[in-house]
């Protein structure tokens, strides 16, 4: 087995590689941990690049989705901006390392030990964070509704569904042949996201809270592995009793991440436990992978 | 994390025996095999930090778990090299992982509208940011004094310069430690891992 090149671990990085190519550095950093060590000072020399501005727009973009995607990187990312900014001068490095003070501090600081200053500053900013969690909160009330009923006539939502999946019947379906009432109406509909990394470990189901307005839940589901072009879906009860299937779903792909969108009548769902299975219907998985998303309704 | 200190860390759901046994396939001796096991509890790290795992510190003691109770229960592995078993057991960790949702995340069906200024929340948004980099420096700080002197000085001198003195700078750090620029990376990529880890420790406290 060949080392990585700094390149090849960049691109991995940026999420550049293919998932062979992934899979061969991976196993390869678990055969050499040297690798291991130069994946960590590639990564340092990304962040290095990113906070000095010397990333290219597109690979600028690509690191910051991964850190968006990934907390533990964001963490080092952050370690790394704040060694950069506040690093001592050699002269002060002391058994106990005091960080120079940001610019915009220091000429606040008179008379202030950086400690003292630190403490101060944090009670400022809490105060500052209750009060504009106050502002905020009463800007959006006045300004928008976080749920913002879309106003989408029903016809037009059966025809988007339509074009990715077909409905299946035992309850309650959208009109498909609307009258002239339902074309004038709106669907409010609520969207979720629900995605796949998660912390494991936890078996709580998320809840799904819908307000009385709510005609349609649009759900969109986070895939793990995309490599199928269509999907099924089955949605039962904690009863085991199907409540809704699709057979043909398409994937919506992402720069790093793939979906399939789903949406569901309101009135379908009671308040209980559900169930959503999603099985690819082609690919080198569809026999044996599905994945499984559990969560909970409750109707406000 | 990566270990932070040079003992062995066990995964507590793991007997005692279970353990040695998981020893004795990583290493000739005692001490091989505890070196061996800390490099291979980084790549595990590494691999679900990469992947975006929340927590990838539960993921290794997961993924250590399972095939050191299979090599307790007496299952023969059949791979010329012990570390690329365990990188197909975290492949299976990982996914289970993914199956399991626990949050939901309610988005606005409309885009919110454009404002030309930072809005309320853009300032509270910073101010928790702000907030929350106090913290970090102050940790930094702490885990900082738990280095030995010539790690610290280290980790900081690599931070001091920017611009051409930054790269004439660190070839003369490698050269005056007589290490190789490579090598004086990597071993700044430990040492930014142990500092991390140290970090998280600091800032879930």
Aim: overall charge neutral.
């Amino acid at each position: 087995m060949t080392p990585a090149s700094p390149l090849t671990i960049k691109d991995y990085l940026l999420g550049k590689l293919s998932a062979e190519q992934e899979t061969e550095l991976e196993e390869l950093y678990f055969s050499d941990m040297e690798c291991v060590a130069q994946i960590w000072a590639v990564f340092a020399d990304l962040s290095e690049q990113y906070l000095n501005g010397e990333l290219s727009e597109i690979e600028r973009a690509l690191f910051e989705q991964r850190l968006r995607n990934s907390p533990v990187l964001r963490e080092m990312f952050e370690n790394e901006r704040a060694l950069w900014h506040n690093a001592p001068a050699p002269t002060a490095v002391a058994a106990q390392p005091q960080f120079a003070p940001q610019p915009e501090a220091r000429s606040h600081s008179h008379g202030l030990g950086w400690l003292s200053k630190f403490q101060l500053r944090f009670a400022l900013l809490s105060a500052g964070v209750l009060l504009t969690a106050g502002i905020w909160f009463f800007w959006r009330s006045q300004t928008t509704t976080p749920l913002a009923p879309e106003p989408i006539a029903t016809v037009q939502d059966n025809q988007q569904n339509n074009a990715h999946h077909n409905l299946a019947t035992p309850l309650p379906q959208p009109s498909v042949t609307p009258t002239p009432e339902t074309t004038k109406s709106v669907t409010t509909v609520a969207t979720f996201f629900l995605p796949t990394q998660l912390r494991r470990g936890t078996v709580e189901a998320p809840t799904i809270s819908l307000s009385p307005q709510i005609q349609t839940v649009r759900l969109e589901l986070q895939l793990i592995d995309a490599d199928s072009a269509t999907y099924s879906a089955v949605l039962s009860s904690d009863s085991a009793e199907v409540v809704q299937t699709w057979k043909a779903l398409t994937p919506q792909h992402g720069q790093n991440q793939s979906k399939v969108v789903l949406r569901i009548p309101a009135r379908a769902l009671a308040n209980a436990d559900y169930l959503l299975e999603i099985k690819p219907l082609t690919g080198s998985d569809r026999e044996s992978f599905s994945q499984q998303f559990r969560f909970t309704v409750a109707k406000q | 994390m990566i270990e932070t200190s040079p003992q062995l860390k066990k995964n507590s759901a793991l007997t005692q025996a279970s353990f040695e046994q998981l020893l004795a396939c990583l290493g000739p001796d005692r001490e091989a095999a505890a070196s061996a096991y800390l490099e291979l509890r980084q790549a595990l790290f590494t691999y679900f930090a990469l992947r975006g795992a929340t927590s990838p510190e539960e993921l290794t003691d997961e993924t250590v778990d399972r095939v050191a109770r299979r090599l307790s229960e007496g299952q023969i592995i059949f791979t010329a090299n012990l570390k690329n078993y365990f990188y197909g057991v975290a492949r299976n960790v990982w996914r289970e992982t993914l199956v399991k949702a626990n949050t939901v995340t309610q988005l606005p069906e409309t885009p919110l509208p454009l404002s030309s200024g930072p809005t309320p929340h853009d300032v509270m948004v910073e101010t928790l940011e702000t907030a929350e980099s106090e913290k970090r420096l102050g940790c930094l700080q702490k885990c900082l004094a738990q280095f030995s002197d010539e790690e610290r000085e280290l980790v900081l001198s690599y931070y001091r310069d920017s611009g051409g003195a930054k790269i004439e700078k660190r070839k003369a750090l490698a050269q005056t430690l007589g290490l190789s620029p490579d090598s004086l990376r990597h071993k700044l990529a430990r040492l930014r891992l142990k500092l991390g880890s140290c970090v998280r420790q600091c800032l879930k406290t």
